[in-house]
């Protein structure tokens, strides 16, 4: 039987998780440097979990400065099967109110200083994005979410900006003009290097201010996000541990959405112009295809 192995990046306000049998710890080298912290290796019933603090413990790193390259890496030679991300973040929506969750769907990429993919000069990848979450994830995901007492809402758009600085009101209005859902800092382009590590990717996103396009409300500080973080930050630790009971003697089959195959139909370079140094530091996450 094939047997999840489920990754968890951990944003602002979650750096451990509850429940972890057999709880280890791994220090990991990827050909793009060290992830943002060890790795914390457990299971809970017969799912496999790997953690990691997106920010590192301590919240260390910028959005900008998280090594997104060698966090997917990491996860991927650890032998995750599929990485739920549970991410702080601003709501562009009145209905979406602080300590909801949302199980986005979409994204819009707003960031700019940020190394994007694993391929380059020499082997040249194009996966598709169209729908860049997993369904079957996601679901099995927000099902946990309600299961664990919050209000959950199912899709959404999510708009990464580059931070670390919050909106302008000019920005904040015209994202909701987009038909933004949620605002953060961090899910690009995390979603983008799993999709090239062929690893399937769903996203909670914990609401915890209302960004500032709400005139009436207090502008979104560190101050007000810190006050409703703890309680986000509780449940998504407990929608961790049901979600794992879920698969728990759960066979995983191939991902419906084919994330698991996508890079058969995304090498574009011809073998004999293929850069064998980049393609021996693509086996990590590409091997497969390679």
């Known amino acids: 039987m094939s047997k999840w192995t489920l990754g968890i990046i951990g944003g602002s306000g979650l750096y451990e998780i509850d429940g972890l049998e057999d709880r280890r710890e791994e220090q990991v080298e990827t050909p793009w440097g060290a992830p943002s912290d060890t790795l914390v290796r457990g299971r809970i019933g017969e799912v496999e979990l790997v953690f990691l603090p997106r920010h590192g413990k ?11 390259r060698a966090n ?14 549970i991410s702080a973040c601003g709501s ?3 209905e979406y109110v602080p300590g909801h969750f949302v199980a986005a769907d979409q994204f819009i990429d707003r960031t700019f200083a940020r190394d994007k993919t694993f391929f380059g000069a020499g082997m040249v990848a194009h996966v598709s994005m169209a729908h860049p979450i997993c369904p079957r994830l996601s679901e099995l995901a927000a099902q946990a979410v309600e299961a664990s007492g919050a209000m959950l809402h199912r899709g959404g758009t999510y708009i990464a900006m580059e931070g670390p600085q919050f909106s302008s009101l000019a920005e904040s209005k015209l ?8 605002i953060g800092m961090t899910a690009m382009p995390e979603a983008k290097l799993a999709r090239e590590a062929e690893l399937p990717y769903a996203i909670l996103c914990m609401v915890t201010d209302y960004d500032c396009w709400r005139e009436e409300t207090e502008a979104v500080s560190v101050t007000n996000v810190l006050e409703i973080m703890g309680h986000n930050s509780a449940i998504a630790r407990k929608s961790v541990v049901k979600l794992a009971e879920r698969l728990s003697g759960t066979e ?3 991902d419906p ?7 058969d139909y995304a090498l574009i370079t011809a073998p004999d112009a293929r850069d064998p140094k980049l393609v021996e ?10």
């Open 257 to 263: 959405s084919g994330t698991d195959t996508c890079l």
């Open 281 to 290: 530091k693509l086996r990590v996450i590409a091997g497969r295809a390679l």
């Open 58 to 68: 301590g919240h260390r790193l910028t959005p900008t400065e998280v090594p997104y």
């Open 72 to 85: 997917i890496a990491a996860l991927k030679a650890a032998g995750v099967t599929d990485i739920l991300s």
């Open 252 to 254: 995983r089959t191939p």
């Open 175 to 182: 994202y909701r003009q987009w038909g933004c859902d949620v």
């Open 92 to 94: 562009l929506k009145e």
